[in-house]
């Protein structure tokens, strides 16, 4: 293994590694501060950065079939041609050319100064005179992991990967590699690999598109989160003493995607957000794959900047939405400091049938807005708040018209794709993307709504007719979706966009990258809400984290601040019985709100950090979990919940280096024992089930 160049990338090193012939070229991505010269030389092949599988082309040998297809012929007949280096303004991307008698490849890492984080794609050529067809092709790949370790690093490498299922997102597990069977055997002959991810359109549902590789002896992550809104893989992979991370789209085993390209033609993968990084946090590092989220906010609506209240009326009428209880609900919230008001699911009801098999035709209901939205939206805005509607832009209910546009409608096998209530719009449908600018543009414009909330509440699965394939007709009519959404964009500047899918489950990086938030889960008032929040703090950026405060007449004073304080994980969202609330209640939501605007600047430029134990039981938490997030050497804020079981006489969370040390607001049902004692908050809580949070300067 010979070094091709190495390339500065702020505090990391892009070091791009080759064989004596110069055919294969390898990636290593090296976090600067470490001494280059302490990595180990292991003699062993390179791991190509571009993995491709073409179909009729040799397999890998030694159990790969069935397991991966990485590292096949279709990789062994690339050979190097060239680096391309564009260097614009704070803009480097560097371009690595492979080639073969029918194709070129071209490995691209993009970088923007002072980003922790690099962006990997790549793209495929047909040079030849036939057509190919991909089975398999990924978005990136890091081999030699870890560097820093002679041999195979036995019981000091670990991997990271999320969990997520509904109203449970984000549960994070560290698996030795061991326990994965990830280890060499005594001959570097079997391929073992790992390869997980979720096959459908909707991203996060069962793992989140994210990957880590941690070397715990030095202290050095690596990891990557995928930029696809469907099906998706990660691939950890091995044969000697050196470990591969790779992922991208789902390939032909996992997701059912096959490609064909005729003579001239290329296609482009996903883009895989990549990082690593010197620490022993996987706060630390996890974060600096989310900071890709803050490009997104650079080009965010204005009325974003300060991260605004919002006030969604779903958990007050439950998808019964009306002129005059909405009228009624802006009369007890008027000047509480809401930017935002949002109608969800139902305005769109026939009488008689729920709210969510009536989707598609989206005709306002005459019964609950009898003088149509106009009065609505204008009730809204004289409240001083912008105006927000619900749609479910691609699914359609069981009871709507729409349900019977066959000809319009996703097939598999030739029938139309059906779930128990719901059916999908074929979005590479010229007629249905006429339809959706007139039923969703077209409203929106019609009304002037300032937000949309696009929700998404079934999964199409492996994919769909139309294509080479059915994970490819899966991948065509996603990106329909995302062209649409970006048509919305347009035809509507300044529209604040919402990106919800029963909750969490389009949480991916490409979806976040072209909206401003996200609803972080369907935990609506449920006790594992700040689990759930803190969770997704590594995994999304809590600007983007829109989360429930449902606040309920029964509740007292001690409820309703646990539930505005987990809004200090991300965005305050909220919602319930508003207009029968006691003065108590709402003194102690007003000041939630209050303290929700001096931590907005830290919740959008800090970082944070995780105290407590291990959260087991989601649905029966137990214990307690203490979050601290600042802007090094400006201020910060810790938010503190208490769960189940016993209650600790003393919580104690030690403040990060470069975290403020003095307390300038406490927020808390009564008064709350806090004190700051040698860079120690201490913390006496009461009882089960509440919460303080405390600003730094």
Request: proline content about 5%; aromatic content about 10%; overall charge negative.
């Amino acid at each position: 293994m010979k070094i091709l160049k190495d390339y500065p990338l702020g505090d990391m090193v892009a070091r791009y590694v080759t064989d004596d012939e110069r055919r294969q070229v390898g990636l290593m991505l090296l976090p600067a501060d470490l001494p280059l010269e302490t990595l180990y030389e292991k003699e062993e092949a390179v791991d190509s950065l571009v993995q491709v599988k073409l179909t009729g082309d040799i397999y890998n040998e030694a159990y790969a079939l069935g397991n991966s297809m990485r590292n096949g012929e279709s990789v062994r007949r690339l050979v190097f041609r060239e680096q391309r280096v564009k260097e614009e303004g704070e803009r480097l991307q560097i371009e690595t050319v492979m080639a073969a008698e029918r194709y070129e490849a071209v490995h691209t890492l993009f970088w923007r100064h002072g980003d922790p984080y690099v962006r990997i794609f790549c793209k495929l050529r047909n040079t030849g005179k036939e057509p190919l067809t991909m089975e398999m092709f990924e978005s990136f790949s890091l081999g030699n992991l870890s560097p820093y370790q002679e041999g195979d690093g036995h019981e000091r490498l670990f991997v990271y990967r999320a969990r997520s299922v509904w109203s449970q997102e984000g549960r994070m597990e560290r698996i030795p590699l061991e326990d994965l069977q990830l280890e060499p055997a005594w001959d570097p002959h079997a391929v073992r690999c790992e390869k997980f991810g979720q096959a459908g359109s909707m991203p996060v549902n069962r793992f989140f598109p994210f990957a880590a590789v941690e070397d715990a002896e030095h202290h050095v992550f690596w990891g990557a989160q995928i930029a696809h809104p469907a099906s998706w893989q990660m691939e950890l992979y091995r044969k000697d003493e050196g470990l591969a991370l790779s992922g991208g789209l789902a390939d032909r085993d996992f997701g059912h995607w096959r490609k064909t390209l005729l003579p001239g033609e290329d296609f482009e993968t996903p883009h895989a957000v990549v990082s690593a990084a010197h620490t022993n946090s996987l706060d630390v590092f996890a974060q600096r794959l989310t900071r890709a989220a803050l490009e997104g906010f650079e080009r965010a609506p204005e009325s974003e900047r300060d991260l605004p209240v919002l006030f969604n009326e779903y958990c007050t009428t439950w998808g019964n939405p009306s002129h005059e209880n909405i009228r009624e609900i802006l009369r007890c919230i008027q000047g509480k400091g809401f930017r935002y008001f949002v109608i969800d699911c139902g305005w769109y009801k026939e009488d008689g049938v729920p709210w969510d098999i009536g989707m598609g035709d989206y005709e306002v209901s005459k019964t609950l807005f009898p003088e149509g939205l106009d009065k609505t939206v204008q009730a809204i805005r004289d409240a001083g708040m912008v105006p927000g509607l619900w749609f479910e832009i691609e699914n359609v209910g069981s009871a709507a018209r729409a349900y019977q546009k066959t000809d319009h409608l996703l097939h598999k096998d030739g029938a139309v794709l059906t779930s128990y209530f719901r059916r999908f719009w074929d979005m590479r449908d010229p007629w249905v993307q006429e339809y959706l600018t007139e039923k969703v543009i077209g409203t929106l414009k019609k009304y002037g709504f300032g937000y949309m909330k696009i929700d998404y509440n079934e999964t199409i699965g492996i994919g769909c007719d139309g294509a080479e394939s059915l994970g490819e007709g899966l991948r065509q009519n996603m990106e329909a979706s995302m062209d649409f959404i970006e048509k919305v964009k347009r035809e509507i500047p300044g529209i604040v966009l919402e990106n919800c899918s029963s909750g969490g489950h389009r949480l991916e990086p490409g979806l976040m990258g072209l909206m401003s938030m996200a609803s972080f889960s369907d935990a609506h008032e449920c006790p594992e809400i700040p689990v759930i929040a803190a969770n997704l703090h590594r995994l999304i950026h809590p600007a983007q984290s829109q989360i429930w405060a449902v606040i309920r007449q029964t509740d007292s004073v001690r409820r309703v601040v646990y539930s505005m304080a987990n809004t200090f994980l991300g965005r305050m969202c909220i919602s319930g019985d508003v207009t029968n609330l006691s003065g108590e209640q709402w003194k102690a939501i007003d000041s939630g709100i209050a303290f929700y605007h001096k931590i907005a600047p830290v919740i959008k430029e800090g970082i944070s950090f995780r105290y407590g134990p291990k959260i087991k039981s989601l649905r029966h938490p137990k214990g307690w979990q203490g979050m601290v997030r600042f802007r090094e050497r400006l201020d910060g804020y810790v938010t503190i919940h208490t769960f189940g079981g016993e209650v600790p006489e003393v919580i104690e969370i030690p403040l990060p280096e470069g975290c403020p040390g003095k307390m300038a607001e406490v927020y808390a049902a009564g008064e709350a024992d806090l004190r700051i004692e040698g860079r120690v908050l201490r913390y006496h809580p009461g009882e089960n089930w509440e919460a303080a949070a405390v600003y730094l300067k």
